[in-house]
């Protein structure tokens, strides 16, 4: 089964206001997480990564925190614009020696209203 | 654009039969990863090859199948198919561990 999840499958927001998107993951030993976007039709895209010696990280408009204690991951969007309506999928990654196995959680369906 | 290739973009296809998805990596990236996506599944990871090499299996079933050539293009091969498999298959590739899995745009494939 799934050992990422999120809390909420849809989120609406309005126009200009941050966001939050947040997501559990069960696995302590996974130790590099990712958020990605995908809008309909496309495939997902990159938005921003952690790794699990960090408890936090921005981009541009977007910040990720990482709480290990409590295995949660969070998405911060700021000002949110339209063009931010997607799914947003975190993903953790499972240490397999030199493999990658990029767990996908369910997504979130994240809805900006003018 | 990601620069990450897939091909075709849609397929449909018969049950019992069996098709050929190809993935073309980003330049210089040595791993490739493919994954399902379905309504009620999300994104499976299936299977990941590293210049060559299978690396990690996840959820695929044994009727699938997958390798990685000598230019590093990728294809994932599904036999037997039934109606469950149609859904869009992704192909991601990334140059090392820590770095970020790019995706293609995705084969959506419609078993009928």
């Known amino acids: 089964g799934e050992s990422v999840g999120l809390h909420l499958p849809t989120l609406s927001v309005q126009e200009g206001d941050n966001s939050i998107i947040n997501c559990a993951y069960s696995n302590s030993a996974s130790d590099y997480f990712i958020w990605y976007k995908q809008e309909s039709g496309k495939g997902p895209q990159f938005i921003i990564d952690i790794r699990s010696n960090m408890d936090k990280r921005q981009g541009q408009r977007v910040t990720v925190l990482l709480n290990k204690t409590v295995k949660h991951l969070s998405l911060q969007i700021a000002a949110t614009q339209p063009g931010d309506s997607a799914v947003y999928f975190c993903a953790e990654n499972l240490p397999s020696g030199s493999a990658r196995q990029l767990t996908f959680g369910s997504g979130t369906q994240l809805t900006v209203l003018p | 654009d990601s620069g990450v290739t897939q091909t075709p973009k849609h397929l449909i296809t018969a049950t019992g039969q069996r098709v050929t998805l190809r993935c073309s990596p980003r330049s210089g990236d040595l791993s490739v990863y493919w994954y399902q996506q379905s309504l009620d599944q999300g994104l499976q990871f299936l299977i990941q090859y590293y210049n060559g090499e299978e690396r990690a299996k996840g959820n695929i079933l044994e009727r699938f199948s997958a390798q990685q050539f000598p230019d590093l293009h990728s294809e994932l091969n599904l036999s037997s198919l039934e109606l469950g498999d149609s859904a869009l298959y992704f192909c991601?590739?990334?140059?090392?561990?820590?770095?970020?899995?790019?995706f293609g745009q995705g084969t959506r494939l419609t078993v009928v």
């Open positions: 991601a590739s990334s140059v090392e561990r820590y770095t970020e899995a790019f």
